[in-house]
């Protein structure tokens, strides 16, 4: 016998208990479907994004002239860009090796930190002896970023990361793409370094530098 079988013979009162029951099972069907939403899930995907790669300047030959001084060097780098990437929205991606790579919400962002990451590098070396100084490099590229695994790939990140080659130790290397969004929102000026050949990347690309 059917629960609709059933139904007909149950008084008023149960009829109503009954429809109260049937209403609540479906709100909660209702609710959990809402839950299983693969934005809920995930954010996975495919989004506009700024993209910064950092790499400290003669870390590999340091390691193997005095691989502690190293290490201890590396540490204090990690701890003061942390908490500058926090400061402008910036997302840790991962490190790789000595460098950061990071995701930002906005080019200008990207830059702003960028900046402030070299003020922190120079003033901790004006408290430091010669052989525990570093200079670092950064990269920004600005596109479509996908995101899987709690990783960034694409072109943009690709591009991002074959920018650091054209610093000078202390200074940012930018795309045009990001230049044309923050040249006029900053004070200081942009340097055009001109149109360069990347790694696997089809067509030559215009860079500019900003110098801390």
């Given at each position: 016998m059917g629960v609709s079988d059933k139904s007909?013979?149950?008084?008023?009162?149960?009829?109503?208990?009954?429809?109260?029951?049937?209403?609540?099972s479906k709100s909660a069907e209702q609710d959990a479907q809402l839950v299983v939403t693969p934005e809920a899930q995930s954010k996975e995907g495919r989004r506009l994004a700024a993209v910064?790669?950092?790499?400290?300047?003669?870390?590999?030959?340091?390691?193997?002239r005095d691989e502690a001084l190293a290490l201890e060097i590396l540490e204090d780098h990690r701890s003061l860009v942390r908490p500058l990437l926090r400061r402008y929205s910036?997302?840790?991606?991962?490190?790789?090796?000595?460098?950061?790579?990071?995701?930002?919400?906005?080019a200008l962002e990207a830059v702003q930190c960028s900046l402030a990451i070299q003020l922190a590098v120079s003033n901790y070396n004006s408290n430091r002896s010669p052989e525990?100084?570093?200079?670092?490099?950064?990269?920004?590229?600005?596109?479509?970023?996908?995101?899987?695994?709690?990783?960034v790939y694409g072109d943009t990140v690709n591009i991002a990361s074959r920018l650091t080659p054209f610093?000078?130790?202390?200074?940012?290397?930018v795309?045009?793409?990001?230049?044309?969004?923050?040249?006029?929102?900053?004070?200081?000026?942009?340097?055009?370094?001109?149109?360069?050949?990347?790694?696997?990347v089809e067509a030559p690309l215009l860079l500019y530098t900003l110098k801390f």
């Open positions: 007909d013979r149950l008084t008023t009162g149960e009829k109503s208990l009954l429809d109260r029951w049937r209403s609540s910064m790669f950092t790499d400290m300047v003669g870390y590999t030959a340091l390691t193997q910036g997302r840790e991606i991962k490190t790789v090796g000595d460098g950061f790579i990071v995701e930002f919400p906005s525990k100084r570093f200079n670092i490099r950064i990269g920004i590229h600005v596109g479509d970023v996908i995101h899987k695994d709690k990783d610093c000078v130790p202390g200074s940012v290397c795309t045009e793409q990001v230049h044309l969004q923050v040249r006029n929102k900053l004070d200081k000026p942009f340097v055009k370094i001109g149109r360069r050949k990347l790694k696997n």
